[in-house]
């Protein structure tokens, strides 16, 4: 199966976002160079994208919407998931009570998007889990008991993430269904920077260089994710801010919530790895 996908087809963002456009293939990478899945494309050749769950899935199953539908097929297509991010970091204060019913409604209508995918044509799946956003350094900077309430809720949706993968697996036994596990990988690289060579010179996991951000540079939009992957971040990945302490490519986060480009990297080595184990929701 794992030759015949061409195709990458990122969805991103949240299931509560509904205002946000497609962004540009890439989009505006959250790190000094490349995001991960800017990696899987140069290291193994994809086309890609990064849509909005709730705007890019009737654009690919519906030419009403779309004038000219991305040419893409079952076979040669790999639908990655990864939201719920920013819906758990728009809840999770609710309480535990509540944060349990929001969970469910959203990964309902989760569910409702995937079959739309799934009746269009998609066959191939991988849902990746929430990371350990308690750990990000905006939720360290609000105290123990807030990085608490958000650690409860992310194994809550993360639970409710695997049964949905197990439910689409028995309803739909044509499909390759994968469960990354971002959750996991974060803990790991965060509670020993050395797991993996492109993590090993980070120095600090739990905070960020605020006069680094406005280094940041961007530039225009492209139109294909080799014209310049270098959209935000440094103007070098070693560069060197006397406030900082450190490097910047010896911090794991750019900013208050996302990771630095070797994050990234590690994303994309992990995930080509799992895919060529083949999946594991069975």
């Known amino acids: 199966m794992w030759p015949s996908i061409k195709k990458l087809l990122v969805v991103s963002l949240a299931v509560l976002v509904k205002g946000i456009g497609a962004s540009p293939l890439v ?51 790999l639908f990655t ?10 809840t999770y204060t609710k309480g535990s009570a509540s944060n349990a019913v929001i969970n469910q409604e959203l990964v309902s209508e989760y569910t409702s998007l995937v079959e739309q995918l799934y009746t269009a044509g998609a066959r191939d799946f991988v849902f990746i889990t929430v990371p350990t956003i308690d750990r990000y350094p905006g939720t360290i900077a609000r105290g123990a008991t807030i990085a608490e309430q958000e650690k409860i809720d992310v194994v809550q949706w993360n639970q409710l993430l695997i049964k949905l993968a197990k439910s689409e697996k028995a309803l739909h036994t044509d499909t390759n269904i994968w469960i990354y596990d971002a959750q996991a990988l974060f803990a790991k690289i965060l509670d020993n920077v050395a797991s993996f060579p492109q993590t090993a010179g980070i120095t600090n996991t739990t905070g960020f260089c605020a006069a680094l951000l406005s280094k940041s540079i961007s530039f225009p939009v492209v139109l294909h994710p080799f014209d310049n992957l270098l959209q935000s971040g440094t103007p070098t990945d070693d560069y060197f801010d006397p406030s900082c302490g450190v490097p910047v490519n010896q911090y794991f986060w750019l900013n208050s919530l996302h990771p630095r ?3 990234h990297d ?10 060529l184990a083949g999946p594991n929701i069975c």
């Open 266 to 275: 590690v994303i994309a080595q992990v995930l080509s790895r799992e895919l």
């Open 27 to 77: 989009g505006r990478a959250c790190a000094p160079t490349s995001n991960w899945p800017a990696w899987k494309g140069i290291k193994h050749a994809f086309y890609f994208s990064i849509v909005d769950i709730h705007q890019s899935i009737p654009g690919y199953v519906s030419p009403i919407t779309v004038p000219k539908p991305p040419q893409w097929t079952g076979n040669n297509t």
């Open 81 to 90: 998931i990864w939201v719920g991010i920013n819906d758990i970091g728009a």
């Open 261 to 263: 480009t070797p994050v």
